[in-house]
Nanobody, 122 residues
Framework: QVQLVESGGGLVQAGGSLRLSCLAS????????MGWFRQAPGKEREFVAA????????WYADSVKGRFTISRDNAKNTMSLQINNLQPEDTAVYYC???????????????WGQGTQVTVSS
């Protein structure tokens, strides 16, 4: 079992930045691929970014490339999502997820955090 807790969300103006964090407990984080997903009001949860478990490989949704950066610190059991140049369309609840196999599809992830709200004002 892996327990995930997100933090770092908040209200920011367009063009601002946030750094979301995901703290994992339970099983050792290095064994798990990690992902970020988001869900805007009235929309389905969508893929944002993912990081492989044992290699530096990362994946990003086209809509966030160049603005979002996923990183992980396995020694601290944490994963982060640096979000720059935030736009109103980035407003959503952001979730971190973990699974032994990396994927860009939410159905592949077995472990989820409770989410952190990001709200971007124009």
């Amino acid at each position: 079992q892996v327990q995930l807790v997100e933090s770092g969300g908040g209200l920011v103006q367009a063009g601002g930045s946030l750094r979301l964090s995901c703290l994992a407990s339970g099983r050792t984080l290095p064994r798990y691929a990690m992902g970020w997903f988001r869900q805007a009001p009235g929309k389905e949860r969508e893929f944002v970014a993912a990081a492989a478990a044992t290699t530096p490989r990362t994946w990003y949704a086209d809509s966030v490339k160049g603005r979002f950066t996923i990183s992980r610190d396995n020694a601290k059991n944490t994963m982060s999502l640096q979000i720059n140049n935030l736009q109103p369309e980035d407003t959503a609840v952001y979730y971190c997820a973990a699974d032994p196999r990396v994927s860009v599809t939410l159905q592949s992830y077995n472990y989820w955090g409770q989410g952190t709200q990001v709200t971007v004002s124009s």
